[in-house]
């Protein structure tokens, strides 16, 4: 069974930085197209980033620059290194990952920007 579990959200003030985990359990990340989303309270949920298996990033114009979609094969976990912190960034953060027909989602983890 294929797993997708979040972590590192939390609060943060204006012009910081966090580190959003998602670790992938029961397949490696080998193809798999892996992407980030963010939901903020009352909005549409939008792409941040996204990333494929030997391929260069895409990111939102909105965070372009400053958040960085990474993987780590070795520990099967995908990142979102986000520096710059403003307080629109405030979201939900759901990772999600796309095989063929097979499409999976974390638990989201909330994070928040606020002085």
């Known amino acids: 069974q294929v797993q997708f579990v979040e972590s590192g959200g939390g609060l943060v003030q204006p012009g910081g930085s966090l580190r959003l985990s998602c670790a992938v359990s029961?397949?490696?990340?080998r193809g798999w197209i892996m992407r980030w989303y963010r939901q903020a309270p009352g909005k549409q949920r939008e792409l941040v980033a996204v990333i494929t298996f030997g391929g260069a990033p895409n990111y939102a114009d909105s965070v372009q620059g400053r958040f960085t979609i990474s993987t780590d094969t070795l520990k099967n976990t995908l990142y979102l290194q986000m520096n710059n912190l403003k307080p629109d960034d405030t979201a939900v953060y759901y990772c999600?990952?796309?095989?063929?027909?097979?499409?999976?989602w974390g638990q989201g983890t909330q994070v928040t920007v606020s002085s």
């Open positions: 999600n990952g796309v095989l063929g027909p097979r499409s999976y």
């Open positions: 029961g397949s490696g990340l």
